[in-house]
């Protein structure tokens, strides 16, 4: 559970002290506002060059390759702030925005970014335990250690 939600949702006895209080209430989640969607395709066809990156634009902001070492799944992840709530048009404008990256930097493969066989969309400001902002119009930093923490 994120620290602003044990913050807001669980009380301590004895209370926390006043500086572990003030960290609980600051910290943010960087996942909470990012909507997570991941599209397999049939064989790893982009190099390493080509993926893991930060995108411009929308749907998503940035992409790594999700595929496994050994090859049995060939994917790619994306962050997104979603815009939509219907997973196959996030999905398919994903695809599009990977195949427009792919084609401005003039990768021969770019237009399979389009042939994805599945996807799965995890929308974590959804989730209870992970945000209480469903509809999220940025996205907080990564975190860094706190050691009132």
Sequence with gaps: VPPKLIAKHISF???LSD??????????????GVTKIGMVYTQRFWDRQSSNMGLPNE????????STKDGF???LTFFS????????????????Q?????????????DKALDYVDFHVQRWPKEAYI??????????????????L
């Design 13 to 15: 006895h004895p209370p």
């Design 19 to 32: 500086a572990k209080q003030a960290a609980l209430d600051a910290n943010q989640t960087w996942m909470a």
């Design 59 to 66: 749907p998503a902001f940035q992409v790594y390759d999700a």
């Design 73 to 75: 799944v060939s994917a």
């Design 81 to 96: 702030l979603a815009n939509t709530e219907d997973d196959k048009e996030l999905a398919d404008a994903c695809a599009k």
């Design 98 to 110: 990977m195949q427009s990256v792919w084609s401005y930097y003039r990768r021969p493969f770019a």
């Design 131 to 148: 945000s209480e902002d469903p509809n999220p119009q940025s996205i907080n930093p990564h975190p860094h250690p706190v050691l009132a």
